[in-house]
């Protein structure tokens, strides 16, 4: 996400959101716990991943 649409989504939540994010790092929003800083592991098996997305939708 550029830097100017974080801003206007999380306007209250900006000054939390002071580290440039780089690959796999970002901001994720927990409701009822705010703004969290987020690392995404490389995904050694796409295939794996995918089987349990389909599965937990599935539920």
Known sequence: MEKQTGEMLFDRYK?????????SEGYIYI???GIQELLVDRI???DEVNKCVKEALNR
Do not use: F, L, Y
């Open 15 to 23: 000054e939390k959101m002071t580290k440039e994010c780089g690959k």
């Open 31 to 33: 409701s009822g716990v």
């Open 44 to 46: 050694e098996n796409i």
